[in-house]
C-alpha cells in the first residue's frame, strides 16, 4: 500500500515563483527522497534526506523532514518551465531494506 | 555514477503474447533490483523484488505466473509479462538497490 501522502495532488505557477509541495507519511522511516518524473520518463533523483536531518538544500531545491509530524517538504526556489513534471516523495521500508513507497505525486505545471 | 540501463523504452504487443523487459547495471554489481508498475497518472506501486540466485521476492496481489521475474547474473534482471493482456499496459521500471538509479521505464501496451 502507498504510505506516502503528497498535496497538493497538482500545483500551477508562474515562472520565477516559489512551488512547495508535501508529503506525508505513515511509519518510521530511515530516510526520505524525493523524485522528478518528467511525462512519459524515469525517475530523477533529486535528493534524499535522513531521518536524523532536518533541512538539506541542493542548489534551488530545499527539502525539510519533520518526523514528529512524519511529514517532509519540498521547495523548489525561482521556478523554470523546465521544472514542469510530476515530483514524488518515497520512502524506505525500514529494517535496512532498499525497497521504496512511493506518494501520489504532486504535478507541477509551471507557466511561462 | 551507477547507471541503469532498461530496454526496451516501449513496446506494443497482441493480447496472449509475452514480453520481456530487461534492466541492467551498467557499472556496478547488483544482487537485487526491485520492479515497479506505473499507471498513467499514478503512483508507482512496487511489484517485486529479484534476487540473484534465488527465487524473487512478490508484492501482496501481484501475480507470479504472470510477471516472471529472473536475476539472470549480477548486472541483469528480467521481468517477462506472459500472457498480456490490455489491463497490463503500463509503465514499467526498475531500479537498483541504491536508491538513487532508476531505470528509463518501458512503456508497455497490450492491444
Known amino acids: ?112 | 555514477g551507477a547507471v541503469v540501463s532498461q530496454h526496451p523504452s516501449w513496446v506494443i504487443c497482441k493480447s496472449g503474447t509475452s514480453v520481456k523487459i530487461e534492466c541492467r547495471s551498467l557499472d556496478f554489481q547488483a544482487t537485487t533490483m526491485f520492479w515497479y508498475r506505473q499507471f498513467p497518472k499514478q503512483s508507482l506501486m512496487l511489484m517485486a523484488t529479484s534476487n540473484e540466485g534465488s527465487k524473487a521476492t512478490y508484492e501482496q496481489g501481484v501475480e507470479k505466473d504472470k510477471f516472471l521475474i529472473n536475476h539472470a547474473s549480477l548486472t541483469l534482471s528480467t521481468l517477462t509479462v506472459t500472457s498480456a493482456h490490455p489491463e497490463d499496459s503500463s509503465f514499467y521500471i526498475c531500479s537498483a538497490p541504491r536508491q538513487a538509479f532508476f531505470g528509463q521505464g518501458t512503456r508497455l501496451t497490450v492491444v
Open chain 1, 1 to 112: 500500500s502507498q504510505q506516502g501522502e503528497e498535496d497538493p495532488q497538482a500545483l500551477s505557477i508562474q515562472e520565477g515563483e516559489n512551488a512547495t509541495m508535501n508529503c506525508s507519511y505513515k511509519t518510521s522511516i530511515n530516510n526520505l527522497q524525493w523524485y522528478r518524473q518528467n511525462s512519459g520518463r524515469g525517475l530523477v533523483h533529486l535528493i534524499l534526506i535522513r531521518s536524523n536531518e532536518r533541512e538539506k538544500h541542493s542548489g534551488r531545491l530545499r527539502v525539510t523532514l519533520d518526523t514528529s509530524k512524519k511529514s517532509s517538504s519540498l521547495l523548489i526556489t525561482a521556478s523554470r518551465a523546465a521544472d514542469t513534471a510530476s515530483y514524488f516523495c518515497a520512502t524506505d521500508a525500514g529494517r535496512g531494506a532498499q525497497k521504496l513507497v512511493f506518494g501520489q505525486g504532486t504535478r507541477l505545471t509551471i507557466n511561462p
